[in-house]
């Protein structure tokens, strides 16, 4: 029996049975031969979900839009852009891409990622599923990802999930990370606490596998160096106020002068502003690196004599040429799907694009001329004079090309044109499975003349060693000290400034 005319219809009709809102609109992509998928946490924070059951459930908007993330978008932008121009890296490939908000929340992240792998829930099949993931920014997002990605065998690279965790191969095959395991991070540390011959340490980390992994490797490393955790207090982002409100009291309470701290640098904020409201500013604060060079804090002018003497493990910043001019010369005009640069747009101009309405209704903001110009802007997403979690995005998508130039064979003739870029084998033929075991065994220098290399998973232990001090103009600024560079510790002693007055660090515990 044949079908009918309405049932062949129904049969051939695209049916999109999910209908998540806040998801796909906040995204970027763009077409080309293979997609790299990115998760970034451009915004902070979800709305607190409707749990009447009444009505069909749906990802809670995205809150706390954070500027320096559409920064680390355009890392993204930029690098794909660069590649594609190439004429030695896939030559005759063109790399694509599609970016989403992971809003630091893995339910936005996870649906984020089965969107981006299946080719997107708006559009019924029309966009290229992506063939790897870059992110995600937190380790326990990138957990639940990598259990989720592995049986399907798509890589993941994060350059921000630095848990100690996730170096397990047998728990975590697709995982790989263009930033150091914390071990090595906490470690550091240890060794900076034995330096200095503190003996008493309190914590105050991320409730979260980032901040619990690091104070495990902490109380691990400091056994038989005659060094004891005082206290261990743990930051949730749901009740932060609270939470920081019961940390301050013990750190006010407690004779140890130095607090290790382990969490985002927001809720190391109203961490640190819970301290000044009990007038507790004479501890030294040891700084992880996800808030130890933060441009947000050190710009805050209450916490400039709370802060000053921190000490930070950070995340190496290295120069991409040509990245600044990239960012100066963006405008939507240029990228009209790009609700992450509208939005920036608008927040530095203080006016409205066509498309994107809701901050100009609520603010009465008059319309953008087009006229606008990022050239003379000053600002965190302009700022390319230290560039730490940007360049390991940038690591990450020519960890990925390199990949796939393997993959594809992409041996290029001589050719004396060398904007002629040569076909490579057919991408469409490639498997995520394929690309998973390029990756790991991907090995290549750098611009910069760095070897790169996945080691278990991870890069090999570089940092620089930092010291918040205050400027001639009375406000904050973070300078190098020193560097670790594999299991070697170097520490210009003099060039530290320590809090309070005094030019010492008064950080021993009063107990005996």
Known sequence: MGFSVEEETLQEKCVNLDTLQNLDGDGFYQDGDVIIGALINVHNLAATPDLSFTREAELPPCLEFQEHSVHWVQAIVFAVEEINRSPSLLPGVQLGYHIMDSCSRYPHSLTAAMSMISGGNKTCGTTRPAKVIIGDSSSTQSILLSRTLSPLQIAMISYLASCPCLSDRQKYPNFFRTIPSDAYQARTMAQIAKRFGWTWVGAVVADNDYGRGAVQVFEEEIKGMGICLAFFHTLYREQLAKDAARAAATVQASSARVILVFSWYVDVEVFLLELIRRNVTDRLFLASEVWSTSAYLLANPQLYTIAKGTL?????????????????????????????????????????????????????????????????????????????????????????????????????????????????????????????????????????????????????????????????????????????????????????????????????????
């Open 312 to 512: 930070g493990v950070a995340l190496r910043s290295v120069p991409i040429p040509g990245f600044d001019a990239h960012l100066r010369q963006l405008h939507p005009a240029r990228y009209p799907d790009d609700e992450f640069l509208r939005t920036l747009w608008e927040n530095t101009f203080d006016c409205s694009l066509t498309k994107s309405t809701t901050k100009a209704f609520q603010n009465a903001l008059p319309p953008c001329s087009g006229r606008e110009s990022l050239e003379g802007v000053q600002s965190p997403f302009t700022d390319t004079s230290h560039l730490t979690v940007a360049y390991n995005i940038y690591l990450a998508v020519y960890a990925v090309a390199h990949a796939l130039h393997s993959l594809l064979a992409c041996t290029p003739q001589n050719n004396s044109d060398p904007k002629i870029k040569l076909k490579c084998s057919s991408p469409d033929n490639i498997t995520a499975a394929q690309l998973l075991k390029h990756i790991g065994q991907v090995h290549f220098t750098t611009q910069s003349g760095e070897e790169f290399y996945f080691l278990d998973g991870s890069i090999p232990p570089v940092y620089d060693l930092v010291n918040w001090q205050r400027a001639p103009d009375g406000s904050l600024r973070y300078v190098s000290i020193g560097r670790v560079d594999g299991n070697q510790l170097i520490i210009n002693e003099s060039a530290i400034s320590w809090p309070g007055d005094s030019g010492k660090c008064k950080c021993f515990s009063d107990l005996s």
